[in-house]
């Protein structure tokens, strides 16, 4: 089989939709994990946003506004295949990690078990709450790719309160079965956390059938919504059963009453929203989503692995090693390059009107349904030709 034939079809198809992003009419687009490309349906619905503020000020509040948050997330509960009512909305996975996490107890099970592999953002957030009791558990990867389910079993113990892990590692693409490690935390009656950052957009997620407790992702990259605007998926009997010891006014059932002398939270998730949310980030991901329904995830999917193995195979040709899980349906769309100077490897790439990005050691090339063979042509030949290499 050539290179050329090892792409489907339906990711050639898919590429059309490129002249949606205004970003591709001057570069090679190689950097959705990152931040996925602005597509001209999110530029019209800031746009729109923008001249509803313009016209009508704060009293699109009480209509168009409250209806575009109440849009947005019953989108992203079908995303996820979860209830309108088990979505609440965050402007960062900081922020809506810390809503879960300062509504634990961890007196009686003050353990959280992470791994090695997960974004730095999951261990800040209890390594922060060491001195306060909490014992953070670190299970180390055997191959810097990915962390056995079995390995991360072993930490729980009934004295854990909480799993918290990717669903696609962020330093090397791999996915990981979230239903086993929810079924792992189930085991010893704690709960699963996800942070599906990574995945929700590339990926199928069905959080039903996976099992977790809460999930956490966004609009930043496959999504296509940028910065500003997350979700946190919490099960509605979890939900009712956690109190948030953070809280806002967003959170509250009688948000109009002004009342500073009482808590009244809402009965579902929405109990863990603080603030009032950005609204033009708001607007920028209903216009990703379109995308995304459009299309279907199963499609991108389709797709995006097709262009991922095809890059994959273009890079193993050119020398490289590239650093991925060993089966292909354990590989997201993240292509992780070991190179000497990542940093540098990303400038020379730069210079040559491709845009990518580094983590430590590596290259990080993230091919999208609107990117096409010849990007993954570009990529690998122009790093091939860098001095270094």
């Keep these: 089989m050539t290179l050329a ?30 931040l996925g490309a602005l597509g001209e349906r999110s530029r019209r619905k800031v746009a729109e946003f923008l001249d509803i503020w313009q016209s009508r000020g704060a009293a ?3 209509d168009v506004w409250w209806e575009a948050l109440t849009d947005l997330r019953a989108r992203y509960g079908r995303v996820v295949n979860a209830a309108p009512g088990e979505i609440a909305l965050a402007p960062s996975i900081s922020v809506a990690l810390s809503a879960i996490a300062e509504s634990i107890d961890y007196r009686r099970r003050p353990k959280v078990v992470i791994t090695s592999l997960d ?29 056995p389910v079995d390995a991360i079993a072993r930490a729980v113990d009934d004295r854990t309160a909480l799993v918290v892990t990717s669903h696609v590692y962020f330093t090397s693409g791999a996915i990981q079965d979230i239903k086993r490690v929810a079924a792992a935390a189930h085991e010893h009656g704690a709960l699963c956390l996800i942070d599906a950052y990574q995945s929700v957009g590339q990926i199928p997620v069905d959080v039903r059938d996976a099992g977790v407790d809460a999930l956490v992702a966004g609009g930043l990259k496959w999504l296509l ?24 006014w967003f959170g509250q059932r009688d948000q109009f009453a002004f009342d500073p002398r009482t808590l009244t939270f809402h009965d579902d998730t929405r109990r863990f929203e603080l603030g009032t949310p950005s609204l033009a980030a708001v607007y920028a991901q209903l216009g990703g989503l379109e995308y995304i329904e459009e299309i279907g995830i199963s499609t991108i999917r389709e797709a995006t692995a097709a262009l991922t193995e095809d890059l994959i195979a273009r890079a193993r040709a050119a020398g490289f090693h590239p650093k991925i899980a060993a089966e292909p349906q354990q590989r997201s769309a993240i292509v992780m390059i070991p190179m000497p100077d ?24 993230s091919p999208f349904f609107y990117n096409s063979q010849d990007d993954n042509v570009r990529a690998t030949e122009r790093l091939a030709a860098q001095p270094t290499h």
């Design 5 to 34: 034939s090892s792409v489907h079809p339906r990711a050639l198809g898919l590429a059309t939709y490129r002249g949606e992003f205004p970003i591709f009419r001057d570069s090679v687009y190689l950097n959705t994990c990152s």
């Design 60 to 62: 699109a509040w009480y």
């Design 119 to 147: 974004f730095p953002t999951v261990a800040y957030q209890w390594l922060a709450k060491v001195r306060a009791g909490v014992e953070l558990v670190i299970v180390e990867s055997p191959d810097r790719v990915s962390v």
């Design 225 to 248: 919504g940028g910065p500003g605007i997350v979700f946190l998926y919490l099960r509605e009997a979890v939900a009712r059963r956690l109190e948030p010891a953070i809280s806002g």
């Design 342 to 365: 990542p940093a540098g490897s990303v400038r020379h790439l730069a210079a040559g009107g491709i845009i990518a990005d580094s983590r430590p050691g590596h290259v990080r090339l």
